[in-house]
């Protein structure tokens, strides 16, 4: 009876091997694209003494003034280009022609140092990118935390969209938009696009959203609002059969070097990154905002660097050599 029970989890478990060996395959196909499209993805941009003083997940969300000058010289010595939101939307829903090796470089909430320390270093390197603003600056992402900053004043949005930052909306609140009424997602959307554009006097048509919490109701609301692009932090790269509505980013965390920045655009570590974007989905799924909001700031606040892709990486590929160990011996078990 024991045998028969063993052998059935071991076909069980080897279909699922199989199963997930087939799908890593086609990700990694996906990933090695020749006309694969990075898209990247920063917080805040911090003096150098201030990064060094963190030691939670700022040193994810942060980048240090000099790391960031390195990873976008590094690019341009390295034959990529950067690309505009506007050229890759329209690359996407058009068809229109990119150059060679694009890349398009994005900041998420509109925090006061895109404009006092990226926009410089952009402008000097020649380098377009966007800001997605949320617009209420008594938004919780403003406030809570390891550290924070302000959110841009007008003032500051106008000077990066003339500067060569366009401006796009990270919604009003902040907060996860796939738990919201259709009207209150609408409110969101509608609301910030409006006021954006208003206050940098040119039409805003790029979403970014918020703790990348959504679900297909949202994208279809995102259309309905106007925009033109929905920007996730789903990682994955994109190419010419992307939906301009689900453009994938990844985060470059503040604590590569150049050298790390170098290993994350490689096709096996976006894959790496990809699975464990599926992992990391499967709790707020599960718990819901309201339950999972609060946990996710315990564990920002206790785990730290051990958050980091480095250690969360070492973590995925021990819990893979272990559960093919166990797959293993259930089934020398089951057929001795």
């Excluded at 790269?237 to 939906?243: E, G």
Aim: hydrophobic share 40%; with cysteine.
């Amino acid at each position: 009876m024991e045998g028969s029970v063993l052998a059935w989890i071991a076909a069980i478990g080897w279909g699922v091997v199989g199963t997930a060996v087939f799908a890593v395959a086609r990700m990694l196909r996906q990933e090695s694209r020749a006309d694969r499209i990075l898209c990247l993805l920063y917080h805040r941009v911090v003096p150098r003494e201030t990064y060094d003083t963190f030691t939670g997940t700022e040193q994810i969300f942060s980048t240090p003034e000099d790391r960031f000058r390195q990873h976008v010289t590094w690019l341009l010595e390295a034959g990529y280009s950067l690309v505009s939101l506007d050229a890759l939307t329209e690359h996407l829903t058009h068809g229109s022609a990119l150059p060679p090796k694009p890349v398009f470089l994005s900041f998420d909430d509109g925090c006061e140092s895109v404009y006092k320390n990226a926009l410089p270093i952009l402008n000097d390197l020649g380098a377009p990118a966007t800001v997605f603003v949320t617009i209420d600056e008594n938004a919780w992402i403003f406030h809570r935390g390891e550290y924070n900053e302000r959110r841009m004043t007008i003032e500051e949005m106008q000077s990066c969209e003339a500067g060569g930052i366009s401006i796009g909306s990270h919604a009003v609140t902040h907060r996860g938009l796939n738990e919201m009424s259709r009207d209150e997602v609408l409110e969101e959307l509608v609301r910030s696009r409006e006021t954006l554009s208003e206050w940098v006097g040119v039409p805003v048509r790029h979403f970014a959203v918020p703790l990348n919490f959504y679900n297909r109701k949202t994208i279809e609301l995102c259309k309905e609002a106007g925009y033109e692009s929905v920007c996730t932090s789903d990682n994955g790269t994109c190419n010419r059969d992307t939906d301009p509505f689900r453009i994938k980013r990844f985060i470059v965390e503040g604590s590569y070097d150049l050298p790390a920045f170098q290993r994350s655009l490689e096709p096996r570590v976006i894959l790496q990154k990809r699975i464990l974007n599926a992992l990391k989905k499967i709790p707020p799924k599960l718990l819901g905002e309201r339950i999972w909001m609060p946990l996710r700031q315990r564990i920002f606040g206790i785990g730290g660097r051990w958050l980091t892709f480095r250690y969360l990486r070492r973590a995925l590929l021990a819990g893979i050599a272990l559960g093919f160990v166990g797959l293993v011996a259930i089934t020398l078990r089951a057929f001795a």
